[in-house]
């Protein structure tokens, strides 16, 4: 018995994600970019890093084939553009608020952080392609992350580690 799609859909939006923005340059120089919350680290040897897009997006074929792309972890008050990079139809540069950064590829400044990656592998995930890449640089600023849940955007609670793991045992 496979499970209802919409019960599939609900049980998933329980669960909180990191909001980012995926970006890369194809062989034209044309930018792309898209958003996702199904972004993940991977493995530490080697460092990977997996980002999913959908199949039917405008956007895949430019990252299926591109060498190298960059993921800009959105930072709490950066839900417009998260929005904005989800919007289809738009050109989602025009805000004008990249500027090339990692492996010269369109970064957002005031993310909290970005990962510039190689492409190491391209899987089939059903509906989706899943983006490996080989972290090849990164920068980490002092912006809290963006969060996703419950379909809505939501703010990164800031703990003391300490504390928490204290509270924890």
């Not at 909180?16 to 919350?37: E, H, K, L, M, N």
């Not at 997996?50 to 591109?66: G, M, V």
């Not at 600023?141 to 419950?150: E, G, R």
Request: hydrophobic share 45%.
């Amino acid at each position: 018995m496979t499970i209802d799609v919409e019960e599939f859909t609900s049980a998933m939006s329980r669960v909180p994600g990191p909001v980012t923005v995926a970006t890369t340059i194809d062989r034209s120089g044309r930018r792309w970019g898209f958003t996702a919350s199904s972004f993940i680290s991977l493995s530490l040897h080697p460092p990977l890093v997996l980002i999913c897009l959908d199949k039917q997006a405008s956007t895949h074929a430019a990252f299926a084939s591109a060498r190298h792309f960059l993921i800009n972890i959105l930072a709490q008050e950066q839900s417009g553009v998260a929005v904005r990079f989800a919007t289809s139809g738009i050109d989602r540069f025009a805000a004008g608020d990249t500027e090339p950064a990692e492996l010269g590829l369109p970064g957002i400044s005031e993310a909290a952080a970005r990962v510039a990656c190689s492409m190491h592998q391209l899987l089939d995930g059903g509906d989706h392609s899943i983006l490996v890449g080989l972290v090849e640089e990164a920068h980490v600023s002092d912006q809290a992350p963006l969060v996703y849940c419950d379909r809505v955007f939501g703010r990164h609670t800031e703990l003391n580690a300490p504390e928490a793991m204290a509270e924890a045992r």
